[in-house]
């Protein structure tokens, strides 16, 4: 499919569904209905099996129509990361059911992997789930799960046999997250707001039809997400002086009396390496128009995110005094992250999450020599040990 046969495409949907006079769902439903959701997901599931990269002639084509969206910062967990798994390892009937709603935003998705005591080493979760009969009980706790006070669904992985290596003796699953069972609790962060949760899971049972991947093949399906959880935080499109540093040099240009040549010369390097980061993602995206994501994706999350907290930074320093000011400390449960609504104090703050969500900068940079430059792995001692031996 050519760029000019999306175009006509969309030109149909325009002339079927005017944005000006459709409710918003409804134009949401009949784009995913005519496979301009994702176009390069199969036929029936949102897109028409075109190339990846042609995605963009669409959205340019419906946000010049003044089209609506689909909230995509509310729903990216549902986007950056359910769906790639479901296409990957979900059944005919998981497709059919959940990514229509998941695109359209009508389900919003969160995000059950890390635990107490399985964070970096997710490899070591102790949340269990036993068969019984066609279900599965589940039992134990999750923690640092976005939107799970919001979420209607739930990516999760389990522990379903301990008798095992770490590895080897887990499952995936997709939890109903108004089960019974399933309770969800917020966890304040130095913000003051609690994005985050904890989610605790007493006798839950998920019905074995809501598996993805076959038992026992947990980790593989988990790696899928974990990548293109990485491609999703740090490979977005931005345009130059795009994300925060925009914010900086926006300052920079406003505050004159502010500036010093020592500080100059800091948002110079910031500026070029922000731009640097910039194109490199940009070429991550045309490599995924090409395939599925590989272990580029982890330079991707450790540049933005040691980039965020250096950029965040400066505009504090900069800032001076007005740079320390925090005008709201309230509790609350927001939807979605946003870094530019809120001062400079909030970004320093929201920033020092980036180098822990979606992998640690010290587990990325294991990824990146291990599995990008070819280094030697660290020793493992665990491998070959099963899960109930290992010490804890």
Known sequence: MTAEQLREHVATLLAEHDPARTDRLDFLRARFDAGLAWVHFPVGLGGLDAPRALQSVVDSELARAGAPDNQPRKIGIGLGMAAPTILAFGTEEHKARFLRPLWTGEEVWCQLFSEPGAGSDLASLA?????????????????????????????IVLRTDPDVPKHEGMSYFVLDMTAPGVEVRPLRQITGEAEFNEVFLTDVRIPDSQRLGEIGQGWQVARTTLMNERVAIGGGALPREGGMIGRLAEQWRNNPELRAPDLHDRLMRLWVSAEATRLVGERLRQQLAAGVPGPEGSGAKLAFATLNQAISGLEVELMGEQGLHYSDWTMRRPETVDFFGKDAGYRYLRAKGNSIEGGTSEVLRNVIAERVLGLPSEPRVDKDIPWKDLPR
């Open 127 to 155: 949340t269990r789930a036993v068969r019984d009969g066609s279900d599965w009980i589940v039992n134990g706790q999750k923690v640092w799960t976005s939107s799970a006070h919001t979420a209607s669904w739930a990516i």
